[in-house]
């Protein structure tokens, strides 16, 4: 009777702070364009971050900036290489929002004003996170170098709850409850109590 379950990992996030900071990137992007942003993970021991698994995110990214009008801002984690963050500038024009250095004010305000939201595969506590805007996710996938069982129950249950989508060839706009998990144990919790 003590033990509750989370649905995804239990994170700081707010919907409150997250429009808090909406503006904080707002004077950088374009009114014209449908923002998506990126938030870039890093290596661990089952997903490899070499250059062409990162690219082949990049030009299925740039596909879509060709065929619709968007502008992507990427975002790093602490777990992002540098050399990452620089391939990214270098694959990115300059109309595009580039952060280089971990800043909470510019995750939470991509969050807010982002239209789609793409993670990378190798962070599940990121992907929860994300799942608090109720936006379209989508997953970016890198071939696990080893075996990624529960990355991948993780990601099958994110799935049949309809939050993520496994990012490849296109952008769709969908709906889902947002995940707000971290406010449901706390009242748990309290009414326990």
């Known amino acids: 009777n003590n033990v509750i379950i989370s ?21 950088k992007v374009s009114k014209e364009k ?19 698994n990162i690219l082949n ?14 502008q992507v801002i990427v975002i790093p984690s602490n777990r992002t290489p540098v050399k990452i963050i620089d391939l990214a500038k270098k694959f990115f024009s300059r109309e595009h929002i580039i952060i280089d250095k971990v800043d909470k004010d510019a995750y939470l305000s991509s969050l807010g004003i982002a239209d789609f939201v793409i993670v990378t ?8 996170e994300a799942a608090l805007t ?16 529960r990355f991948k129950k993780f990601r ?3 799935k049949r709850m309809n939050i993520i989508r496994e990012f490849d060839d296109k952008l769709e706009v969908y709906n889902y409850e947002k995940l707000d998990e971290t406010s449901r144990i706390a009242y748990e919790i309290k009414k326990n109590l």
Request: charged share 20%; glycine share 4%; proline share 5%.
């Open 7 to 27: 649905k995804g990992a239990i994170h700081y996030l707010t919907s409150k702070e997250i429009d808090e900071k909406k503006n904080y990137l707002l004077n």
């Open 34 to 52: 449908k923002i998506i942003t990126l938030i870039l993970g890093g290596p661990n021991k089952y997903y490899k971050y070499s250059n062409q």
């Open 57 to 70: 995110i990049f030009s299925k990214i740039s596909k879509q900036i060709l065929n619709n009008n968007f």
């Open 121 to 128: 595969c190798d962070s599940s506590s990121m992907i929860s």
């Open 134 to 149: 109720g936006k379209p996710l989508y997953v970016a996938m890198i071939p696990p170098s080893k075996k990624d069982t």
């Open 156 to 158: 099958n249950l994110f």
